[in-house]
């Protein structure tokens, strides 16, 4: 057997602090609402949990913290945006429910990697 920590199918793609808003929810326009959150690639679904900075250290347990919410990458579409948001490098993802967020990053650098990261799986997934 593999060990768990290795990177694979089902493992951990990749783990970071990105701003994010979501703004649909179910094909439903929602109003933004821009918040640090640490974002982790995993598996078929990208989960966002609170900026563990902005919580007591006391209270912030990653073994048993729950994500705020999460979202299934498979038929996912992943774009670079404009017109979404006055920011620079904003990605715009889109679940084929119809949800919708915002990720941004004021480092070029690390909103390219999760570009790139995130368009592998979704294309990952497609092949499978
Ligand atoms: O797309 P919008 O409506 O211009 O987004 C901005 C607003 O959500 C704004 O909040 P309020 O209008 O509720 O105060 C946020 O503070 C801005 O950050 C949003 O715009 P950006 O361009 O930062 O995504």
Redesign the pocket.
């Known amino acids: 057997d593999l060990p768990l920590e290795l990177p694979g199918p089902h493992g951990l793609e990749k783990a970071g602090l990105l701003n994010k808003t979501k703004i649909a929810e179910g094909g439903r326009k929602l109003?933004?609402n821009?918040n640090v959150s640490w974002v982790v690639l995993a598996g078929n679904s990208l989960a966002f949990y609170k900026d563990p900075k902005t919580q007591s250290p006391a209270s912030w347990k990653p073994a048993c913290s729950k994500p705020e919410s999460s979202m299934d990458l498979r038929g996912a579409l992943l774009t670079w945006t404009r017109d979404m948001?006055?920011?620079k490098n904003v990605l715009h993802l889109r679940t084929v429910t119809g949800n919708e967020f915002l990720l941004q990053s004021d480092n070029e650098a690390v909103i390219l990697e999760w570009y790139q990261t995130i368009k592998n799986v979704i294309e990952r997934l497609l092949n499978q």
């Open positions: 109003r933004k821009w948001s006055s920011k």
